[in-house]
């Protein structure tokens, strides 16, 4: 597959692709960081106020406003809070007046822990879940598995969750903690006991369509022609399974990994707030109840930042796993590809 | 990992104590009678020593952070760990001296002398004089501060305050003025912190426990102060407050035993908490009040007629029972009747729709319709059932909610109908925070000459017996023509595990954080 013949001395199509792809990613984070810095202006009320709470005087709102520079124009603001943010210094809290970027990526490792945890149990699973389920099409088993996963994604998450913590964490049966306090003194893997339950409760909410993607990935797969070839050929089933038809059901799915870790970054909120998890979901929407804008700002941006590199990551391996694009020869064979990895304008929108 | 430990050896205990080999549910019949004398235990009122104390609050979405004279959110929680005051409350909302030795006004009150005990140090060793008092109440009125709670302490004069020797200050106020209620003031936020405070870089102060870290929104951690004014106090060699988001998810952790205290818990948790065995709930008759305020300045509560006629509709105990849960007793439009001076000769205000409905007859006010603005929250309820009742009385009340900044936004003062409460404090205090003619914010607009000359005059008269005479009587104007309608008291429920000791229902809002007093059995 690597023989030298095939490359060429300039540098391959798909790097200068992923380089353009990069600076429309890193682009998009700029435009949402301006839109978000807009938006939480346009909110009622000011910060100072919500801060300061019911009996602060007027006087102390006014000085504090002056204090944190709301009382100037949104553009001055805004290119104030960017320079500083390019320069790294992200800021001090208006709530707790901490530094946001100590508070900000404690809890993104926290939510990135959480996600990997998701992740490493819901893709094999759902892989081997998938892969069977469709080599028993229309049979029982598949009919029940699939009744079974469409009543999990119909099941709201929040369900699931206190099912679980009611099942695994009450008086009497006690077998996992209730809430996921974790000790920040101690590093997470010796207190592994406390991802637990919210990974096995976001687990059960993205497996469904995971396990339904790949299902459907390889039901294709399996009835195209070069799978119809290769078993007039007599190649054996097994090896025509794991050898030829899943590297190629793979290609979606690993978009469809993408999106539940898109969805994963954000939807952890309903875990950390059933199991007091602390991860950026809750602390993204304290900030927005409480109007403290330079969190609100670096939550968003680190969020942006990550689902961009997260496109880019699963744009990335689709053209490498995909052999007509890795060696495509111009970036525009690679634009025009129907697998599913043009930029965001200019997919069709897909339900998940 | 050590509580789940210490968790299966209180249940063996348990067990042992239940006299043991019983199967299904007799096994669980004989935890719970090992649970209640796990009770006798717990209750002996010898403090143990050491373990850490593990205390979950709520406090909406706000992280809140350690300044002693600006906290905000859970702030004000973990002061209660961090500083000490010049005084500290008694249970009935009165004060007692704490890190004072003498605290004293004059005759009229225009001047306090303040001495601190000798010896006293704070968290990082340095020892606290007078400059560290004048440097704390400088601190807490600067107007640079921004501090929410200069209101209170508005009366002070910064340029007044003189140090008398290293132990003693004195206060004056501005333009000469008396201010009597300083201890009541002063207290909540004036904390004594060094002159080399900061409360991010170095939070420290003289509370019982001194700060070892803090995550916002997540949790602070504390280790004991071996120098606290109080001998042999706080007995947990660790605390940890604990932040949660959701009332349900903290009820969980206190039945799992992930944390000793839930400190103010939901009226709607309560059967819950108290019906586990492992758990004891803790009802403080608080004098905290709730009310609503009608807006003087605006039709049609200009009409005093139609203000008596809104109070004389309320059915007080229906209100109690729906909108508090049970958990309150009625008032009769007055607050801080746990106050010396509180007026008990003026009757209870009955229910008298008959009534009403002829005042509003002759305020010609037969088809009133009125908007009350609440926050979403636990206002709500409250204000729902009162717009039922005054539906009988052919007053037509829109409840409608707006966002809590919008609420306190600068139209605060013009609301027609409100929600009004005031922790519980003294009258002199409480008036700050109402109707007094220096209040914060006077949503009920009640200006009255009468009023306003008994308050200054109290203000002024230290002597208990004539200041009675001057608040009895301010309180009559407040009962015929004020514009506050209290309808009740409301309790405040904590509730911990049956490990934890010293803590002790009371009138005050703050049974759960007297971490000085907290103990836990953790053997």
Known sequence: ?352 | MSQEFSRRVFLGNSLAVGGGLLLGSSLLSGCDSGASAGVAGAVSTTPVRGGRLRVGIIDGDQAGNLDAHKPVGGGIIRGWALYSKFWEWNPDVSTRLALAEFAEPNADASAWTIRIKPGLEFHHGKSIGADDMLFSILRLTDPKLASPYTGLVGAIDRTALRKLDERTIEIRFKEGQSFFPLDETLISFGGIVPTDYDPVSNPVGAGPYRLKSFIPGQRSLYSRFENYYKPGQPYADELEILEFKDQVSRAAALRAGQIDVASGVQAEHSALLKADARLRLYVSPSTSFTGFNLNLAKEPFQDLRVRQAFRLLADRQELVDRGLNGFGRIANDLYSPQDPTYNHAIAQRPHDLEQARSLLRQAGQQDLRVELTTTPGAGVNAALVFAQQAKKAGVEIKVSQVDGSVFNGPQRESWLLSPGSTPARGFLASALHNDAPQAIYNRSNFHDERFTALYQQALAQPDLEQRKVLVHEAQRIQHERGGLLIWGFNDVLDAASIRVGGLVPEQTTFASWRFDDLWLNHA
């Open chain 1, 1 to 352: 597959m690597h023989d030298a013949s095939c490359r060429t001395p300039r540098t391959p199509a798909w790097l200068s692709w992923f380089i353009g792809r990069l600076g429309y990613g890193l682009l998009t984070a700029w435009v949402i960081s301006l839109v978000v810095f807009i938006a939480t202006q346009a909110l009622p009320s000011d910060p100072a106020r919500v801060i300061l709470g019911p009996d602060a005087p007027l006087q102390s709102v006014l000085t504090l406003q002056q204090q944190l520079g709301l009382d100037r124009p949104i553009i001055e603001q805004y290119l104030r809070w960017l320079g500083r943010a390019l320069s790294g210094d992200l800021g001090i809290s208006l709530d707790s007046n901490a530094p946001v970027a100590a508070i900000l990526f404690a809890r993104f490792g926290n939510t990135l822990a959480l996600v990997a945890g998701v992740i490493a149990l819901v893709v094999p699973t759902a892989l081997a879940f998938g892969v069977a389920l469709a080599l028993r099409r229309d049979r029982r088993l598949d009919r029940w598995s699939l009744s079974l996963l469409i009543f999990l994604k119909a099941t709201p998450g929040f369900l699931l969750a206190i099912g679980l913590v009611l099942l695994f964490s009450m008086p009497h049966m006690d077998l996992l903690p209730a809430v996921s306090i974790l000790d920040p003194e101690r590093s997470l893997f010796r207190q592994l006991q406390f991802l637990v339950l919210p990974v096995v409760a976001l687990s059960l909410s993205a497996l469904p369509y995971l396990t339904r993607l790949v299902r459907a990935a390889m039901i294709e797969a399996l009835e195209s022609d070069y799978v119809i070839a290769a078993r007039l050929r007599g190649i054996p089933e097994r090896r025509i399974v794991w050898r030829h038809t899943l590297p190629n059901a793979l290609v979606p799915a690993i978009q469809g990994v993408a999106l539940t870790l898109r969805i994963l970054l954000g939807g952890t909120l309903l875990a950390e707030v059933i199991f007091s998890y602390p991860g950026i979901g809750t602390l993204l929407n304290a900030a927005i109840q409480m109007r403290d804008l330079p969190m609100i700002q670096a939550s968003v941006l680190v969020i942006t930042l990550s689902v961009v590199l997260i496109n880019l990551l699963a744009d990335l391996l689709t053209v490498l796993l995909t052999p007509k694009l890795r060696t495509a020869w111009r970036v525009t064979l690679i634009q025009r590809n129907r697998r599913g990895i043009q930029p965001w304008w200019r997919r069709s929108p897909k339900a998940p």
